[in-house]
């Protein structure tokens, strides 16, 4: 098992960063690493990936420019670095890793979830 411990979540205001930070256990080994985020009332959807060998990334149109993935191999440690956040990024945010080659934006094929941490943006 993978375990995932997830935490920055918070309360900020519109234009505002916020840093998310997933941990896993340095035993367990991940092929790529996720961020999901599940805004109220709706589903979860995904927001960006890491493929932990090499660091390459991947992310969500809704994102890009304003969010950034990144790992720290010595930590065991991915980010989510969210600059300029809109209300309508206001959600539970969920870490999650994969043991081998999938397509990360599907949820299904993510191995392992964190417990989620949740973000809220106000206006």
């Known amino acids: 098992q993978v375990p995932l411990v997830e935490s920055g979540g918070g309360l900020v205001q519109a234009g505002d960063s916020l840093r998310l930070s997933c941990a896993k256990s340095?035993?367990?080994?991940?092929?790529?690493m996720g961020w999901f985020r599940q805004p109220p009332g709706k589903e979860r959807e995904f927001v960006a990936s890491?493929?932990?060998?090499?660091?390459?990334?991947y992310s969500a149109d809704s994102v890009k420019g304003r969010f950034t993935i990144s790992r720290d191999n010595t930590k065991n440690t991915v980010y989510l670095q969210m600059n300029s956040l809109k209300p309508e990024d206001t959600a539970v945010y969920y870490c999650?890793?994969?043991?081998?080659?999938?397509?990360?934006?599907?949820?299904?094929?993510?191995?392992?979830w964190g417990q989620g941490t949740q973000v809220t943006v106000s206006s």
């Open positions: 999650a890793a994969a043991t081998g080659i999938i397509n990360s934006e599907y949820e299904d094929e993510y191995d392992y």
């Open positions: 340095a035993r367990a080994f991940a092929y790529i």
């Open positions: 890491i493929r932990w060998s090499d660091g390459s990334t």
